[in-house]
């Protein structure tokens, strides 16, 4: 089955702050695109396996019906949950962020 993959505003600024801390504090275009190209092939492979991906571990997250996918090749992740046939991008996060306390 194939998800339809919808990014909410939280999640586009998300990737929008984590782009542009690329492109204006590193001064690197090239990590830029590349993020970008990442997270297309993410979105990619989260329309074919949404449903298949097991609930996030924190209890409060797992109550609100949340999962979690990681970027193909960054350190980076999506949280979303599922509406139907519906994948729902709620947020984007670095590894080392602590999404568990902004999420609750």
Same mark, same amino acid.
């Given at each position: 089955?194939?998800? *339809?993959?919808?990014?909410? +505003?939280?999640?586009?600024?998300?990737?929008?702050?984590? %782009?542009?801390? !690329?492109?204006?504090?590193k001064l690197n275009e090239q990590a830029a695109?590349?993020?970008?190209?990442?997270f297309e092939a993410t979105k990619k492979q989260?329309?074919?396996?949404?449903?298949?991906? *097991?609930?996030?571990?924190? +209890?409060?997250?797992?109550?609100?019906?949340?999962?979690? %996918?990681?970027? !193909?090749?960054?350190?980076?992740?999506?949280?979303?949950?599922?509406?139907?046939?519906?994948?729902?991008?709620?947020n984007i996060f670095h590894e080392l962020q602590?999404?568990?306390?902004?999420?609750?």
């Amino acid at each position: 089955m194939e998800y *339809k993959v919808y990014i909410t +505003e939280d999640a586009e600024r998300d990737l929008d702050s984590f %782009i542009y801390y !690329l492109l204006f504090e590193k001064l690197n275009e090239q990590a830029a695109a590349s993020l970008l190209d990442d997270f297309e092939a993410t979105k990619k492979q989260l329309s074919l396996v949404a449903g298949s991906l *097991k609930p996030c571990t924190n +209890e409060k997250l797992k109550a609100q019906g949340y999962k979690r %996918i990681n970027f !193909l090749y960054h350190r980076y992740f999506i949280i979303y949950h599922i509406n139907g046939t519906n994948a729902i991008i709620d947020n984007i996060f670095h590894e080392l962020q602590d999404y568990e306390n902004k999420l609750n």
